[in-house]
C-alpha cells in the first residue's frame, strides 16, 4: 500500500478521534449550560473562566473513583460492556465526508477516513450494533433494574431503527447513491442550498426522532430512567466505566447529528461557496460550515431533553411502531410518487 | 487486478474446507445440545457456512447469482429466527424450560 | 502440511482461525449467554472473509441481519426468559462421542466430494460484481419473482410471531402461568 496514504488516514483518524473525545467532553459542559440556560440559572462557573474546566475536573474525579464491580457480576462481560458502547460509537465517523478535500504539499486530501460506496449501510450496521455495550453491561450487572434497563433497550432500538432505516430509503432513493459523499455532493446545487430537507420534510422529522431514541436520549431515555430504574443499565457502574457509558452516549449524539447533517441538511455545503477561488480556504470553510450545523442540532438535543418529559414505556413503543413506522413508509411512497411525476 | 488479492493467492478449495468444517461443527452442535435456543443458534451457524461458500464460489467465479442466494438464504433465516424464538418463548410460558428433550410430549 | 498452511495468506489464516474457536465455544459452553456472544464474533469473522472476497455488501448486510437483529433476538430472549447454565441438562458421554463421529463423517465426505468439484470451477473473478448496484440489477431482474416471494415469506412469519407472541386471554387452569411473571 502507499506509505503516503497510510500516513495521511493515520493522521486524519488520530485528529478525528481527538476531535470527537474533546467534543463528547465539552458536550457534558455544554449539556449543563444549556438546561441552566433554559431553566433561568447560570450553571456551572466555578473551575475556570465561565466554567470552562468543569469537564476536565469531572474527568479527574471519575478516573479518580473507586472502582466496583459488584460480587455476583460476570466480571469480564461487566468490563466488555462499557469498552463495546465506547468502540460502537467511536468508529462510526469513519464514513462522515468533512469537507470536499484539502491540497497540501502537493497531495490531494480527501476529508474523510473511508469513501465505501455503502457508507448509509455502514452506519445502519454499526447503529444496530451498538445495541450490544448496553445490553451485556446491564446483564453482566446481575442487578434487575439494570436487567430491565437492558431489555427496554434493546427493545427500543429495534424498534426505532426500523422507522430510521425507513426514513432513509426515501433519500436513498432520491439520490441513487449508498455513498455519504455522493449525498453531499448531490445537494450543493442552488448554490450550496439545495439541501434534501426541502424533499423530504416528513423524513427528517422521522429520522430526528428516531436519532433521538437510539441515543437513548431524553424524552426516550427509558433504558435509564432514574425514576423507575435508578439509572438503568448503568446502576452498578462507577469511576470510568460509568463514564464511558456516559461518553458513548454524547458521541452518539455527536455523529447522529452529523449524519442527519449530511443526509438531510447539505453536509459541508454552505451559500456562496462557489464564489470561492482557492480550495484549502474552500475546505476549511466548508469543515467550519459542518461543525456549525452539527452544534446546531447538538443544541436542539439538549434543548428537547429540558423541554419534553419522559415518554411512558408503551407510549415509546406505540409512536416507533404505530406512528413512525407508517408514516416512513406513507413518505416512501410519497417520495416514489414524485420521481414518477416529475423524473426528478 | 491487485496481485495480492485472495483469488490469486488461495486456492477456492481451503474455503471449502473452512465451510466445511464449520458446518459440521454446527452439526455437532445440533446432536449434543438440548437448550432449544441454543439449537437455533447452532442452525444459524451451519446456514453461515453454506453462506460463506456460496459467497467464495460466486467470487471466485465471477457470477452473481451466488451473493444473490445468500441474501435470501438471510431472508429465510430471519424469518426462522422470528418464528421459532416465538414458539420456543411459548413452549416456555407453559413448561418453564426450553430443554428439547420435554418437547416430545403432546400433552401440556 | 504445517508448511501448506503457514503458506496461506495471513489474514486468511487469522480470520479461519477465529472462526473456528468461536464457532467451537458456541457449540460447547454450558452458558448461553456467552454462546450468543462467540456466536457474534463468529459472524464478525464471515464478515471480513466476505470483505476479502470482495462482496462489501454481503458483508455489510451480513452484520446488519445477523449481528444487528437475529443474534440481538437471541439475546433478547434469552435475558427474558433469564436462562442460566443450570437449565440445561447434561448430556451422556456416549451421546457426545456418536455426534463427533457423525460429524467428523460428513466432514470427511463434504470435503472430499466438494474438493473434487473445486477442480472444475472456472475461475473468473471479477471485482465488481459484489457492489450494490450490480448486485441490484441482477435481483430485480433475473430474480425479480423469488425477491416478490420472500417479502410474503416476511409477511407471514411477522404475522406468525405476533400471533404467537400474544398472550392468549381466555387462560385455562393450566396455563396461568402465561399471566405471571414475565421475567
Same mark, same amino acid.
Given at each position: 500500500?502507499?506509505?503516503?496514504?497510510?500516513?495521511?488516514?493515520?493522521?486524519?483518524?488520530?485528529?478525528?478521534?481527538?476531535?470527537?473525545?474533546?467534543?463528547?467532553?465539552?458536550?457534558?459542559?455544554?449539556?449543563?449550560?444549556?438546561?441552566?440556560?433554559?431553566?433561568? !440559572?447560570?450553571?456551572?462557573?466555578?473551575?475556570?473562566?465561565?466554567?470552562?474546566?468543569?469537564?476536565?475536573?469531572?474527568?479527574?474525579?471519575?478516573?479518580?473513583?473507586?472502582?466496583?464491580?459488584?460480587?455476583?457480576?460476570?466480571?469480564?462481560?461487566?468490563?466488555?460492556?462499557?469498552?463495546?458502547?465506547?468502540?460502537?460509537?467511536?468508529?462510526?465517523?469513519?464514513?462522515?465526508?468533512?469537507? $470536499?478535500?484539502?491540497?497540501?504539499?502537493?497531495?490531494?486530501?480527501?476529508?474523510?477516513?473511508?469513501?465505501?460506496?455503502?457508507?448509509?449501510?455502514?452506519?445502519?450496521?454499526?447503529?444496530?450494533?451498538?445495541?450490544?455495550?448496553?445490553?451485556?453491561?446491564?446483564?453482566? $450487572?446481575?442487578?434487575?433494574? $439494570?436487567?430491565?434497563?437492558?431489555?427496554?433497550?434493546?427493545?427500543?432500538?429495534?424498534?426505532?431503527?426500523?422507522?430510521?432505516?425507513?426514513?432513509?430509503?426515501?433519500?436513498?432513493?432520491?439520490?441513487?447513491?449508498?455513498?455519504?459523499?455522493?449525498?453531499?455532493?448531490?445537494?450543493?446545487?442552488?448554490?450550496?442550498?439545495?439541501?434534501?430537507?426541502?424533499?423530504?420534510?416528513?423524513?427528517?422529522?422521522?429520522?430526528?426522532?428516531?436519532?433521538?431514541?437510539?441515543?437513548?436520549?431524553?424524552?426516550?431515555?427509558?433504558?435509564?430512567?432514574?425514576?423507575?430504574?435508578?439509572?438503568?443499565?448503568?446502576?452498578?457502574?462507577?469511576?470510568?466505566?460509568?463514564?464511558?457509558?456516559?461518553?458513548?452516549?454524547?458521541?452518539?449524539?455527536?455523529?447522529?447529528?452529523?449524519?442527519?447533517?449530511?443526509?438531510?441538511?447539505?453536509?459541508?455545503?454552505?451559500?456562496?461557496?462557489?464564489?470561492?477561488?482557492?480550495?484549502?480556504?474552500?475546505?476549511?470553510?466548508?469543515?467550519?460550515?459542518?461543525?456549525?450545523?452539527?452544534?446546531?442540532?447538538?443544541?436542539?438535543?439538549?434543548?428537547? !431533553?429540558?423541554?419534553?418529559? !419522559?415518554?411512558?414505556?408503551?407510549?415509546?413503543?406505540?409512536?416507533?411502531?404505530?406512528?413512525?413506522?407508517?408514516?416512513?413508509?406513507?413518505?416512501?411512497?410519497?417520495?416514489?410518487?414524485?420521481?414518477?411525476?416529475?423524473?426528478? | 487486478?491487485?496481485?495480492?488479492?485472495?483469488?490469486?493467492?488461495?486456492?477456492?478449495?481451503?474455503?471449502?474446507?473452512?465451510?466445511?468444517?464449520?458446518?459440521?461443527?454446527?452439526?455437532?452442535?445440533?446432536?449434543?445440545?438440548?437448550?432449544?435456543?441454543?439449537?437455533?443458534?447452532?442452525?444459524?451457524?451451519?446456514?453461515?457456512?453454506?453462506?460463506?461458500?456460496?459467497?467464495?464460489?460466486?467470487?471466485?467465479?465471477?457470477?452473481?447469482?451466488?451473493?444473490?442466494?445468500?441474501?435470501?438464504?438471510?431472508?429465510?433465516?430471519?424469518?426462522?429466527?422470528?418464528?421459532?424464538?416465538?414458539?420456543?418463548?411459548?413452549?416456555?410460558?407453559?413448561?418453564?424450560?426450553?430443554?428439547?428433550?420435554?418437547?416430545?410430549?403432546?400433552?401440556? | 502440511? *504445517? #508448511?501448506?498452511?503457514?503458506?496461506?495468506?495471513?489474514?486468511?489464516?487469522? #480470520?479461519?482461525?477465529?472462526?473456528? *474457536?468461536?464457532?467451537?465455544?458456541?457449540?460447547?459452553?454450558?452458558?448461553?449467554?456467552?454462546?450468543?456472544?462467540?456466536?457474534?464474533?463468529?459472524?464478525?469473522?464471515?464478515?471480513?472473509?466476505?470483505? #476479502? *472476497?470482495?462482496?462489501?455488501?454481503?458483508?455489510?448486510?451480513?452484520?446488519?441481519?445477523?449481528?444487528?437483529?437475529?443474534?440481538?433476538?437471541? #439475546?433478547?430472549?434469552?435475558?427474558?426468559?433469564?436462562?442460566?447454565?443450570?437449565?440445561?441438562?447434561?448430556?451422556?458421554?456416549?451421546?457426545?462421542?456418536?455426534?463427533?463421529?457423525?460429524?467428523?463423517?460428513?466432514?470427511?465426505?463434504?470435503?472430499?466430494?466438494?474438493?473434487?468439484?473445486?477442480?472444475?470451477?472456472?475461475?473468473?473473478?471479477?471485482?465488481?460484481?459484489?457492489?450494490?448496484?450490480?448486485?441490484?440489477?441482477?435481483?430485480?431482474?433475473?430474480?425479480?419473482?423469488?425477491?416478490?416471494?420472500?417479502?410474503?415469506?416476511?409477511?407471514?412469519?411477522?404475522?406468525?410471531?405476533? *400471533?404467537?407472541?400474544?398472550?392468549?386471554?381466555?387462560?385455562?387452569?393450566?396455563?396461568?402461568?402465561?399471566?405471571?411473571?414475565?421475567?
Amino acid at each position: 500500500m502507499d506509505f503516503a496514504l497510510l500516513l495521511e488516514k493515520s493522521i486524519l483518524i488520530l485528529i478525528l478521534t481527538a476531535i470527537t473525545l474533546g467534543i463528547a467532553t465539552y458536550l457534558t459542559y455544554g449539556e449543563r449550560k444549556v438546561a441552566a440556560f433554559l431553566q433561568d !440559572r447560570i450553571g456551572p462557573n466555578r473551575a475556570g473562566i465561565f466554567g470552562i474546566l468543569q469537564p476536565i475536573a469531572d474527568a479527574g474525579k471519575m478516573f479518580f473513583k473507586e472502582e466496583l464491580i459488584p460480587k455476583n457480576a460476570e466480571k469480564w462481560l461487566f468490563i466488555l460492556g462499557p469498552g463495546l458502547a465506547m468502540i460502537t460509537a467511536c468508529i462510526t465517523s469513519a464514513v462522515i465526508p468533512w469537507g $470536499s478535500h484539502l491540497e497540501l504539499f502537493g497531495r490531494t486530501i480527501q476529508l474523510q477516513v473511508a469513501d465505501v460506496d455503502i457508507g448509509i449501510l455502514y452506519i445502519m450496521g454499526i447503529v444496530s450494533v451498538g445495541v450490544y455495550g448496553i445490553m451485556i453491561g446491564g446483564w453482566a $450487572s446481575n442487578n434487575k433494574y $439494570s436487567l430491565y434497563g437492558a431489555i427496554r433497550a434493546s427493545s427500543q432500538m429495534i424498534s426505532y431503527e426500523l422507522g430510521m432505516g425507513l426514513a432513509l430509503i426515501a433519500v436513498i432513493m432520491m439520490s441513487g447513491s449508498l455513498s455519504l459523499r455522493e449525498i453531499v455532493e448531490q445537494q450543493s446545487g442552488w448554490g450550496g442550498m439545495q439541501w434534501n430537507i426541502i424533499y423530504q420534510p416528513l423524513g427528517f422529522i422521522i429520522f430526528f426522532t428516531c436519532a433521538l431514541a437510539e441515543c437513548n436520549r431524553a424524552p426516550f431515555d427509558l433504558p435509564e430512567c432514574e425514576t423507575e430504574l435508578i439509572g438503568g443499565y448503568h446502576t452498578e457502574y462507577s469511576s470510568m466505566k460509568l463514564g464511558f457509558y456516559l461518553f458513548a452516549e454524547y458521541i452518539n449524539m455527536f455523529i447522529s447529528s452529523a449524519v442527519m447533517t449530511c443526509v438531510y441538511f447539505g453536509g459541508y455545503n454552505f451559500p456562496g461557496m462557489h464564489l470561492i477561488d482557492s480550495q484549502n480556504l474552500l475546505a476549511t470553510l466548508q469543515i467550519v460550515a459542518i461543525f456549525l450545523k452539527i452544534s446546531f442540532f447538538i443544541f436542539a438535543f439538549m434543548w428537547i !431533553r429540558w423541554t419534553l418529559p !419522559r415518554f411512558r414505556y408503551d407510549q415509546l413503543m406505540h409512536l416507533g411502531w404505530k406512528t413512525m413506522i407508517p408514516l416512513a413508509i406513507v413518505n416512501m411512497l410519497l417520495t416514489g410518487g414524485g420521481m414518477l411525476l416529475f423524473g426528478n | 487486478m491487485n496481485p495480492d488479492s485472495v483469488f490469486n493467492t488461495l486456492d477456492i478449495s481451503h474455503y471449502i474446507y473452512l465451510s466445511s468444517v464449520l458446518f459440521c461443527i454446527g452439526l455437532f452442535g445440533v446432536l449434543t445440545r438440548r437448550n432449544a435456543i441454543v439449537l437455533l443458534m447452532c442452525i444459524e451457524l451451519m446456514l453461515n457456512a453454506v453462506n460463506l461458500l456460496f459467497v467464495a464460489f460466486s467470487s471466485y467465479m465471477g457470477d452473481s447469482a451466488g451473493q444473490l442466494f445468500v441474501f435470501f438464504i438471510m431472508v429465510v433465516a430471519a424469518a426462522e429466527a422470528a418464528v421459532g424464538l416465538a414458539i420456543i418463548v411459548m413452549i416456555y410460558r407453559n413448561t418453564r424450560s426450553t430443554d428439547v428433550g420435554l418437547f416430545d410430549k403432546l400433552k401440556g | 502440511m *504445517l #508448511l501448506t498452511i503457514l503458506g496461506l495468506p495471513p489474514a486468511f489464516l487469522l #480470520l479461519s482461525f477465529i472462526t473456528i *474457536l468461536c464457532a467451537l465455544y458456541v457449540v460447547t459452553n454450558t452458558n448461553p449467554v456467552y454462546s450468543v456472544l462467540a456466536l457474534i464474533l463468529a459472524f464478525f469473522s464471515i464478515s471480513a472473509h466476505y470483505v #476479502l *472476497l470482495n462482496a462489501q455488501f454481503l458483508a455489510v448486510v451480513n452484520l446488519i441481519v445477523y449481528a444487528g437483529a437475529i443474534m440481538v433476538l437471541f #439475546l433478547f430472549v434469552l435475558m427474558l426468559l433469564n436462562l442460566n447454565k443450570e437449565s440445561e441438562p447434561i448430556v451422556k458421554m456416549g451421546w457426545h462421542i456418536g455426534a463427533a463421529v457423525t460429524a467428523g463423517l460428513l466432514l470427511v465426505t463434504l470435503a472430499a466430494a466438494l474438493h473434487k468439484s473445486s477442480e472444475q470451477i472456472m475461475r473468473n473473478p471479477a471485482e465488481d460484481i459484489g457492489l450494490v448496484k450490480n448486485l441490484g440489477k441482477v435481483l430485480f431482474t433475473d430474480y425479480l419473482v423469488p425477491f416478490e416471494l420472500s417479502g410474503i415469506l416476511f409477511l407471514a412469519a411477522m404475522v406468525g410471531a405476533v *400471533l404467537l407472541g400474544k398472550k392468549q386471554t381466555n387462560s385455562k387452569e393450566n396455563n396461568n402461568y402465561s399471566e405471571t411473571s414475565s421475567q
